[in-house]
């Protein structure tokens, strides 16, 4: 768990695990599968590298060795976040959880939007600024919510990534200056 309180964390930690789980407990979720995918799917983080979804992967496939729970599932459902492909109804699933702060209320996606930003801090503002836009359009050109569960926070994903997108094209300087 120390990895997960790494201070170049900032939004990949215990609280976004902790957010998965609870949500995956509101739906009544029990699939022990996704909730090991949920403690583990980002268990090795660092914005600097781009093979965080593979290590996490590994640490699952050891850490999960001689459990009841199917291990290459977990570790396929890990890998499936590095894209959010889906697919199936539980990679679709944890893809909705995973992705659930897209569908927040304004407030708690700009705390999100501001926690990433910190984890990217050694990046340009403007490099930043760019790239996070581009993914965000690619976000908001598609669906994010696939499952019935989670469908009704569509509109304000939506809303949401467009108001960032908004922001980091208009004046990247304002999320440097939104209070943390």
């Given at each position: 768990?120390?990895?997960?309180?790494?201070?170049?964390?900032?939004?990949?930690?215990?609280?976004?695990?902790?957010?998965?789980?609870?949500?995956?407990?509101?739906?009544?979720?029990?699939?022990?599968?996704?909730m090991a995918a949920a403690w583990l799917h980002d268990i090795r983080y660092d914005a600097t590298r781009g093979d965080n979804e593979e290590v996490s992967a590994e640490i699952a496939r050891a850490d999960l060795a001689g459990t009841q729970v199917d291990v290459q599932l977990v570790v396929d459902i890990?890998?499936?976040?590095?894209?959010h492909r889906g697919g199936n109804p539980l990679f679709d699933l944890f893809n909705d959880l995973d992705l659930i702060i897209l569908g927040t209320r304004e407030h708690e996606y700009m705390e999100y939007a501001r926690a990433i930003r910190r984890e990217y801090s050694f990046v340009p503002l403007e490099v930043y600024a760019a790239k996070r836009a581009q993914i965000?359009?690619?976000?908001?050109?598609?669906?994010?919510?696939?499952?019935?569960?989670?469908?009704?926070?569509e509109k304000f994903a939506h809303r949401n990534?467009?108001?960032?997108?908004?922001?980091?094209?208009r004046d990247p300087n304002l999320i440097e200056v939104i209070p943390k």
């Open positions: 768990m120390v990895e997960l309180q790494a201070p170049h964390r900032h939004y990949h930690t215990l609280t976004h695990m902790s957010h998965i789980l609870n949500s995956y407990d509101e739906i009544g979720g029990t699939d022990p599968a996704i890990i890998l499936d976040t590095k894209h965000l359009r690619g976000f908001n050109e598609t669906q994010i919510f696939k499952t019935d569960d989670f469908a009704d926070r990534l467009q108001t960032e997108i908004e922001l980091l094209e």
